[in-house]
Nanobody, 118 residues
Framework: QVQLVESGGGLVQPGGSLRLSCAAS????????MGWYRQAPGKQREFVALITSGGGVKYTDSVKGRFTISRDNAKKMADLQMNSLKPEDTAVYFC????????????WGQGTQVTVSS
């Protein structure tokens, strides 16, 4: 059974930092592309960042230079380091796993709340 568990969310002041983590189980982690998405109140879920099974990364324009996605295949974890946070980054952040290599997913975590406010 595939399970993705996010952690690390919370309340932070503008300009602050948070590090989100996604722990995966039930998948051949090294074969999966890992992504982060977010959903703000009243808005659709949107793409934030992706790290492929090969280590390639992609970011949505609004977080480039502020967020960094990484993965640790041995620990089966994918992290999102978020710096210089802005109020508009406030959302529930979801971890996503999908694999073209093994035809798996997409799988989603339950989400973690990030609130940027003074």
């Amino acid at each position: 059974q595939v399970q993705l568990v996010e952690s690390g969310g919370g309340l932070v002041q503008p300009g602050g930092s948070l590090r989100l983590s996604c722990a995966a189980s039930g998948v051949i982690f090294r074969m999966y592309d890992m992504g982060w998405y977010r959903q703000a109140p009243g808005k659709q879920r949107e793409f934030v960042a992706l790290i492929t099974s090969g280590g390639g990364v992609k970011y949505t324009d609004s977080v480039k230079g502020r967020f960094t996605i990484s993965r640790d295949n041995a620990k089966k974890m994918a992290d999102l380091q978020m710096n210089s946070l802005k109020p508009e980054d406030t959302a529930v952040y979801f971890c996503n796993a999908a694999s073209v290599l093994v035809g798996g997913g997409p799988h989603w975590g339950q989400g973690t709340q990030v609130t940027v406010s003074s």
